[in-house]
C-alpha cells in the first residue's frame, strides 16, 4: 500500500495529474461525484475544509485538506484559486 504524503494545498501547483481517471469503477465514479457535491456545498455554505486524497501521474498518493468553493465538468476550483482535477481524485472525507 502506498503511504499517503500530506500536501499544503498551494503544494499541487508542482503536482503532475494523470490522464486518466484513477477510478475505473463506474459506482466509485458517481460515488465520487455525490463527495465532490457535498464537499462544494459544506465549503459554500459552512466554510468547512474536507481531505481530499489523490493521486499523481506516478501514482503516488496525497492528500490535502481545503475549502472546495466550486465543481467544473472536469474538476475542482479550491480556496485561493486552485484547480484539482477530478480524474485525480480518489476520495473525500
Known sequence: MNTVIHLQKEDILSIKFPKI????NSVEIKLRERDLERACFLGNSEHTKVKITFADAEM???EIETT?????EDGLCLKGHLYLP???IIALS
Open 60 to 62: 503516488s498518493l496525497y
Open 21 to 24: 481517471d484513477v477510478l475505473t
Open 86 to 88: 477530478k480524474r485525480a
Open 68 to 72: 472546495v468553493w466550486a465543481i467544473t
